[in-house]
């Protein structure tokens, strides 16, 4: 039996990769440069799983996961993976002391450590990367004085050192990444236990409708259903067009998720199972 094809975003050394490793048995990995370029394997069926970030504690939802899943793509999630989140400076050997010019990493990454920066670098030029393992195959490759901000697996693959350990500015710092697929398929993990089980969904209200949102959110109140999450996202079909990304914190049934379905298009919105899936913490 041939292993299964699981993508995620790369390259060598980002937290999707740490995720990866630490929760599928086996499979072989490939690494995509981008988030939508990893989604688009999993719809093309280059791949069977694609793992992203969807996520962060400190900075929020990756709207570029959530927005791509619901405009481009049709592919569900399966899983997803909570992971705590350690940023580190990273550097070459002989930038271990003195200034530092140029820093590299993810647009979250530098966000999630702007106290630290602003301390102790507060004239080096900021440059966003489109992973933080990115960042470091960057700095590894350059001579000047810069650093990389990323994890000890980025340290480790590109021969980078550590100057300083965690210089994220909240102690708890985690990232939820989606396991999607375009068809279900078993995944092999290791020996993990969900946590708890959860559903997303993507709500669109009609225009003009007068506290239609508030009759959303009462047709799963009024079934206990709890709502860990709900965002608004624009519909990017005009100012003032927006639909709702909804966590759930059951896995879809069919009795209470038909009935809100129902009620909801009675009211002349619309409503898409994005993922009935187990929720893991690494």
């Excluded at 989140?85 to 590299?104: A, C, F, P, S, T």
């Excluded at 375009?182 to 092999?188: D, E, S, Y």
């Excluded at 997303?200 to 109140?221: E, I, R």
Aim: aromatic letters at 8%; hydrophobic letters at 40%; one cysteine or more.
């Amino acid at each position: 039996m041939s292993h299964q094809r699981i993508g995620y975003l790369g390259p060598k050394g980002t937290f999707t990769k740490m995720a990866v490793n630490a929760f599928f048995s086996e499979g072989n990995f490939i690494s995509y440069e981008t988030i939508p370029a990893c989604l688009d394997a999993v719809e093309a069926g280059e791949i069977q799983t694609g793992v992203v970030p969807l996520e962060n504690a400190i900075e929020g939802s990756v709207h570029l996961t959530t927005d791509y899943m619901t405009h481009h793509v049709d592919v569900s999630i399966v899983a997803e993976l909570s992971v705590p989140i350690r940023q580190h400076l990273l550097v070459k050997k002989n930038h271990l002391d003195g200034e530092i010019e140029h820093i590299y990493s993810h647009s979250h990454a530098i966000a999630q450590c702007q106290q630290h920066l602003h301390q102790h670098y507060p004239d080096a030029e900021l440059h966003y990367t489109s992973s933080t393992g990115r960042a470091a195959e960057l700095v590894a490759e350059k001579d000047g004085a810069c650093a990389a901000i990323g994890n000890q697996l980025a340290g480790k693959e590109y021969g980078l050192h550590i100057r300083s350990e965690d210089i994220h500015d909240y102690e708890n710092n985690h990232t939820r990444f989606a396991v999607v697929q375009k068809t279900k398929q078993t995944l092999q993990i290791n020996d993990f236990q969900p946590s708890k089980y959860k559903s997303t969904v993507m709500v669109t209200l009609p225009k003009d409708y007068a506290g239609a949102l508030h009759q959303v959110l009462a047709a799963f109140a009024w079934r206990k259903m709890n709502l860990s999450k709900i965002e608004s996202r624009p519909m990017k079909t005009g100012l003032g067009n927006y639909f709702f990304i909804i966590d759930v914190d059951q896995a879809y049934d069919q009795i209470l998720f038909p009935g809100v379905e129902a009620e909801l298009t009675a009211l002349g919105c619309s409503l898409k199972l994005l993922g009935t899936y187990p929720s893991f913490n690494l």
